[in-house]
């Protein structure tokens, strides 16, 4: 090569802003360029030197060229320098005449500021998903704010969070909890918030006798059995074309409609009874259960592969008696609801309510729910008063008072006990003195307790003096 030429070619290279190092087939650099930039050593003190010995040094690490001499064949990597520079490299082998290593060329490029890029896009990304999530739990408070579902506790609205992140996928999901506990009214909200145009279909598997059940899912053709209809049945698989379908008490489902359930889930078709051909469905599938269906696994009575597909969303909801916060706020939805229902303006005293918060509702809210309307339907009196509620939880009010022995001082449950009582005797006294005769008491006591408990019944009485 001409001393021109050379010249030229070093030119050209230098020129280019990356760093090139070239070196000889025992890893003696004989040419490199932007040393002073990656390196921050001149190339004249780079040149001649062995890349085994710049990589000891941590000029650069680790080193291209070893690389690829030791696995003989190219290589790519990323290469830091002592300035704190990354750098992606590249060396290759030149091959002279006979096949045998002439040059290693290794060039580079400047990842750093990619790095930096890459950390600033992580930073944006992580602040948009968590506005993501604020504007996911304003939508979630403003949805409890509108919904019939009534969230107060915590759970309940972690709950309805998750409802609203998967309402609008096609998963599958699984309500499961104790009887009562409001799994019905939740799969009808899911469907609501789904925004899917059909309709939401409910089946309780329970409800229908085994030899009907297939005939009622699936639908049959005319004449499939005695007793059909000579016009056939659309079934309520097909009903929920578009829509939810909601199968209740999911654990009930014979064996003989499991298979059948898992080809429905996992194709999207199912044949009528009486009928050859398939029928394609599309729907959204919710089903609940009050029963432990890993035990039905362990015993054969449910299929393995289909709980996995029913359980895709498995939303567990808590009794009624974990739900303490959300007590209160069912309690006074319901009264409202009956009260219009009934074209009624019944009113519950406090004392009761207190009896309604200290009871533990096995029965949950369907319970709640029975015991209220009751009550509306049935007292007399424009205020439902302790003395009309039912013997069972009238008399577990004492049960429950007396069940915080030893987890709150006497002096304690001494001032709550006189509190409820003061509270009884004002919903059924019209002053203070009816009240003094009504605890055998005088009536300036009357005062004096109703004073000392002014952060309960404000600062003066709420019944009038005589």
Not at 97 to 113: F, H, L, M, R, T
Not at 356 to 384: A, C, H, K
Not at 416 to 433: F, P, V
Request: proline share 3%.
């Amino acid at each position: 090569m001409k001393n021109s030429e050379k010249w030229e070619w070093e030119e050209i290279i230098d020129s280019i802003y990356t760093d090139v190092i070239l070196t000889d087939a025992s890893g003696i650099v004989i040419y490199a360029n932007n040393t002073e930039y990656w390196f921050d050593m001149k190339k004249e003190a780079v040149i001649g030197r062995s890349v085994f010995q710049l990589e000891k040094e941590k000029v650069f690490y680790p080193s291209i060229t070893r690389k690829v001499l030791e696995t003989g064949r190219k290589q790519t990597l990323i290469q830091e320098t002592r300035s704190g520079v990354k750098l992606l490299v590249t060396g290759n082998i030149v091959h002279d005449e006979k096949g045998n290593i002439k040059y290693i060329a290794c060039y580079a490029q400047d990842i750093s500021e990619l790095e930096k890029l890459k950390s600033y896009i992580k930073k944006v990304e992580g602040e948009l998903k968590s506005i993501k999530e604020e504007l996911l739990q304003l939508q979630v408070k403003e949805t409890i704010l509108s919904s019939s579902v009534v969230a107060k506790s915590e759970k309940m609205k972690q709950i309805l969070l998750i409802i609203n992140r998967v309402a609008e996928t096609d998963a599958s999901i699984l309500l499961t909890g104790e009887s009562g506990v409001g799994k019905s009214k939740l799969a009808e909200y899911v469907h609501q918030k789904s925004n899917r145009p059909g309709k939401l279909v409910s089946v309780n598997c329970s409800s229908i006798p085994e030899t009907l059940l297939e005939s009622e899912l699936f639908g049959y053709a005319p004449g499939a059995f005695t007793g059909a209809n000579p016009k056939g049945k659309k079934g309520l698989v097909e009903e929920a074309q578009d829509g939810t379908l909601f199968l209740d008490e999911i654990g009930e489902l014979p064996n003989s409609l499991q298979a059948k359930l898992l080809t429905l889930i996992q194709e999207k078709k199912f044949y009528p009874v009486g009928v050859t051909t398939s029928k394609k469905v599309n729907f959204r599938l919710i089903t609940a259960t009050n029963v432990d269906l890993s035990e039905q696994i362990k015993e054969n009575l449910f299929r393995e592969d289909l709980y996995y597909r029913l359980s895709v969303i498995h939303i567990p909801i808590p009794p009624l008696k974990e739900r303490k916060d959300d007590l209160l706020a069912l309690i006074m939805e319901l009264i409202n609801t009956f009260n219009k229902r009934y074209n009624q303006e019944k009113e519950f005293s406090h004392e009761t309510i207190n009896y309604f918060l200290q009871y533990t509702w096995p029965g949950n809210v369907r319970e709640l729910s029975n015991v209220i309307e009751m009550l509306i339907l049935t007292v007399e009196d424009y205020v439902i008063q302790p003395s009309h509620l039912p013997e069972h939880i009238a008399s577990n009010y004492t049960a429950a008072s007396l069940n915080n022995l030893g987890q709150k001082s006497l002096p304690d449950l001494l001032k709550e006990t006189e509190i409820s009582i003061l509270k009884e005797a004002l919903t059924r006294c019209k002053s203070t003195t009816e009240m003094a005769k009504y605890l055998g008491i005088s009536q300036p006591t009357v005062v004096r307790k109703l004073q000392k408990y002014k952060d309960v019944f404000g600062e003066s009485p709420t019944v009038n003096e005589d």
